[in-house]
């Protein structure tokens, strides 16, 4: 699947949106991928995860565990640890705190992949990689639907594997062009919900 296809799906699930949109980084944006709108269609999510776990088989070889920090690696995470066999775990703050909670355990020779749905600023996923460190995992990459940092999120230090890139413009808040400060701000994501 390329880049094309995969935003195909987004266009077609109506979830590739235009406006001035308010990023989980806090910067803003003319575009914004609704990723829910694709995931509520098992079938799409399916042939998404699908691809992305043949990339990730190519790429990383055995892989025992796929984390996806909750919310947005929830579905993705699950959907790529099916078709690639194993198990699936995730993260979810804890006090403000990147955590594997619910009785989720691994084992040090077990290999584990992150997967998150977008990846803008690669907070998530560093989050994510702190708290597996933390219990002694050997994550040996990362993985995300839409890289939307174009390869410049910084992930850690780990390979991330995208099933595409994207370079959407995005802006300090402070420094927005004339026709995006013209528009009024939404913020659809899902970091900072109470």
């Not at 995730?90 to 006090?95: D, P, S």
């Not at 690669?122 to 995300?144: D, I, K, P, Y």
Request: glycine fraction near 12%; charge should be neutral.
């Amino acid at each position: 699947m390329d880049r094309d296809e995969v935003l195909g799906e987004f266009k077609r699930a109506g979830a590739l949106l235009e406006g001035h949109f308010i990023l989980s980084s806090g910067r803003r944006s003319p575009v914004f991928l609704q990723k829910a709108l694709v995931f509520s269609h098992p079938d799409v999510s399916e042939r998404l995860c699908s691809a992305l776990a043949a990339r990730l088989k190519a790429e990383f070889g055995r892989i025992d565990a796929v984390v996806g920090p909750a919310v947005g690696g929830l579905i993705p995470g699950y959907e790529t640890a099916r078709a690639l066999g194993c198990r699936s775990l995730y993260t979810e703050r804890e006090g403000g705190v990147m955590t594997l909670r619910r009785g989720f355990t691994l084992a040090p020779d077990e290999r584990v992949v992150i997967v998150e749905d977008i990846v803008t600023t690669g907070v998530s996923m560093r989050e994510t990689l702190t708290a597996l460190q933390g219990v002694g995992a050997q994550v040996v990459g990362a993985a995300c639907i839409v890289d939307r940092s174009n390869g410049r999120a910084d992930v850690g230090g780990l390979t991330l594997v995208p099933l595409a890139s994207v370079d959407f413009p995005d802006y300090d808040p402070a420094n927005l062009p004339p026709e995006l400060a013209r528009l009024p701000a939404v913020k659809p994501g899902s970091r900072g919900l109470a």
